[in-house]
């Protein structure tokens, strides 16, 4: 058991009850059950890799919870499910979308676009070097803090009104790689270097953590956004009653990483 937490931003605060920890593994669904039982809301989110040969089918997971008495599930899909609808891992999720809609469970669906803590993969190069390194310099979309898309999925699980929206979530403003080096520059009160990466050099970095299809939809996506992809939605500020959070909040709470 935990004690209970409250996670509050201004319009919105949600109490967390005491509750118990149970580990399962994707890999046999048989663990899933202890996880499930006497669980009220799923809030689902997958590897990107949704095509590992050892995991449970996303769709199993979904009917085990419907099985198992879970009346309400939140997804972490993503924007390109709408943006880009033809890779392989949107197909994919864009299935299991459709399987949660038509699973008699309440849900809803989260869509966020980039993510403004992504900026963590500098953190290294800033602390050593000073030097920000990234591809397509003054290319700008609006990442959505983390934190952002956590108080949002709380309220979807927690209250009944936002149930059977599918929410795309942004930031509140576009912000290039280059204006993300300075705000980190200014958090930092020091001068930072910025180095414009080939999109090849950007891909080899970014394939030692994630799937070489994942790292050129990102890419695709960073190098020549949509007008969707660029353009700053309203679904924070409908949900949680306050304006999506800056980038420059996120560097803030991130500063000791760049130090």
Not at 37 to 52: C, M, N
Not at 59 to 80: D, K, Y
Not at 186 to 191: D, I, R, V, Y
Request: glycine residues 6%; hydrophobic residues 45%.
């Amino acid at each position: 058991m935990v004690d209970h937490v409250t996670r509050g931003t201004v319009g919105v605060e949600h109490v967390i009850p005491p509750c118990r920890v149970t580990a399962s593994d994707l890999t046999e669904p048989a663990t899933l059950e202890p996880a499930l039982a006497g669980a009220k809301a799923l809030f689902l989110l997958l590897s990107a890799d949704l095509h590992d040969p050892g995991a449970t089918a996303p769709a199993e997971i979904v009917a085990r919870a419907a099985a198992g008495g879970v009346r309400r599930v939140v997804l972490l899909s993503t924007q390109g499910v709408a943006t880009r609808p033809y890779g392989a891992t949107r197909i994919t999720m864009r299935a299991l979308e459709e399987r949660i809609q038509e699973s008699g469970m309440e849900w809803s669906v989260l869509r966020p676009g980039g993510f403004a803590s992504n900026a963590l993969w500098w953190a290294p190069s800033v602390r050593t070097r000073r030097v920000v390194a990234a591809p397509f310099a003054d290319v700008g979309v609006p990442v959505v803090d983390p934190w952002d898309i956590a108080d949002v999925a709380a309220a979807c699980l927690l209250e009944d009104r936002h149930l059977g929206g599918v929410y795309e979530l942004t930031g509140p403003q576009v912000i290039t790689p280059r204006r993300q080096a300075r705000t980190i520059a200014t958090a930092l009160g020091a001068p930072l270097r910025f180095h414009d990466l080939t999109r090849e050099e950007a891909k080899a970095a970014m394939t030692r953590a994630m799937p070489a299809e994942l790292a050129d939809d990102t890419l695709d996506i960073l190098g020549a956004p949509t007008e969707a992809e660029r353009r700053v939605g309203p679904a924070v500020r409908q949900v949680l009653n306050r304006p999506a959070r800056p980038f420059a909040d996120r560097v803030s709470r991130d500063i000791a990483a760049f130090r």
